[in-house]
Antibody, heavy 126, light 107 residues
Framework: EVQLLESGGGLVQPGGSLRLSCAAS????????MSWVRQAPGKGLEWVSA????????YYADSVKGRFTISRDNSKNTLYLQMNSLRAEDTAVYYC???????????????????WGQGTLVTVSS | SYVLTQPPSVSVAPGKTARITCGGN??????VHWYQQKPGQAPVLVIY???DRPSGIPERFSGSNSGNTATLTISRVEAGDEADYYC??????????FGGGTKLTVL
C-alpha cells in the first residue's frame, strides 16, 4: 500500500524558513517523480515543484522559484521542500504527491498524481 | 501561462448525471486528469489521461476531451459524490496546471 506522510509544517514569521519532509513507502521510491502541491485556505490546488526519480531534474512554479528548493533522499525514501523567504501568501496546506508511471506516447510531465499525502499546514504570519 | 477554466459550482439531483467542464486553449491536444477532493481530505485521482479510471473508482465516473473542452461525467450521482473536482494538465510553458475547481452539490 502506497503511503505518503508529510511533516514539518507550522507557524513561521514572514521572511523565515521551513523544511517539509514527505516519507514514502509501499513503492520503489527512486523510480517515480514526486511533486509538492499546495492549497491555500478555502482556495484551489496549486502545483509548487517537482523532482525526477533520480533527483537530477527539478521544476518550480514561478511563484516559488528562487525561494523554494525541492530535493529527495532515495536511500531514505524521503522527499523534501526547503522553503526560504516565506511570505503570507505561502500559507497553505502542502501535499506531497507521487506521479504515475510512464505511458507510451506521453511525456514525463504529463503523468497524473496518482497518490497524495494528507498534507501539512504551513502558516506564515507575524 | 496556460489557464484552465472550470465552473465554480454544479448542482445535480441524486440519480441524475453531472457534467463538469474544464476549458483551455486546444485542451484536446493535452492529457487531462481529474481529482476529487472531499472536505478535510487529500485529493484523489478519479480520471487520468482523459478517460481512464484508476482501480477502485466506480464506472459511473467517465471523462472525455476534445477541442477546447474536457468533461468529467458522473452518472447516477450519489450523495457521496459531493466534493470539489479539479482538472489538471501539463503545459510546456506552465508545467503542471490545475483548474480553479468545481464544487459539486447533490441536491
Amino acid at each position: 500500500e502506497v503511503q505518503l506522510l508529510e511533516s514539518g509544517g507550522g507557524l513561521v514569521q514572514p521572511g523565515g524558513s521551513l523544511r517539509l519532509s514527505c516519507a514514502a513507502s509501499g513503492f520503489t521510491f527512486s523510480s517515480y517523480a514526486m511533486s509538492w502541491v499546495r492549497q491555500a485556505p478555502g482556495k484551489g490546488l496549486e502545483w509548487v515543484s517537482a523532482i525526477s526519480g533520480s533527483g537530477g531534474s527539478t521544476y518550480y512554479a514561478d511563484s516559488v522559484k528562487g525561494r523554494f528548493t525541492i530535493s529527495r533522499d532515495n536511500s531514505k525514501n524521503t522527499l523534501y521542500l526547503q522553503m526560504n523567504s516565506l511570505r503570507a501568501e505561502d500559507t497553505a496546506v502542502y501535499y506531497c504527491a507521487k506521479e504515475g508511471g510512464p505511458r507510451p506516447g506521453t511525456t514525463e510531465g504529463e503523468r497524473p498524481f496518482d497518490y497524495w499525502g494528507q498534507g501539512t499546514l504551513v502558516t506564515v504570519s507575524s | 501561462s496556460y489557464v484552465l477554466t472550470q465552473p465554480p459550482s454544479v448542482s445535480v439531483a441524486p440519480g441524475k448525471t453531472a457534467r463538469i467542464t474544464c476549458g483551455g486553449n486546444n485542451i484536446g491536444s493535452k492529457s487531462v486528469h481529474w481529482y476529487q477532493q472531499k472536505p478535510g481530505q487529500a485529493p484523489v485521482l478519479v480520471i487520468y489521461y482523459d478517460s481512464d479510471r484508476p482501480s477502485g473508482i466506480p464506472e459511473r465516473f467517465s471523462g472525455s476531451n476534445s477541442g477546447n473542452t474536457a468533461t468529467l461525467t458522473i452518472s447516477r450521482v450519489e450523495a457521496g459524490d459531493e466534493a470539489d473536482y479539479y482538472c489538471q494538465v501539463w503545459d510546456s510553458s506552465s508545467d503542471k496546471v490545475f483548474g480553479g475547481g468545481t464544487k459539486l452539490t447533490v441536491l
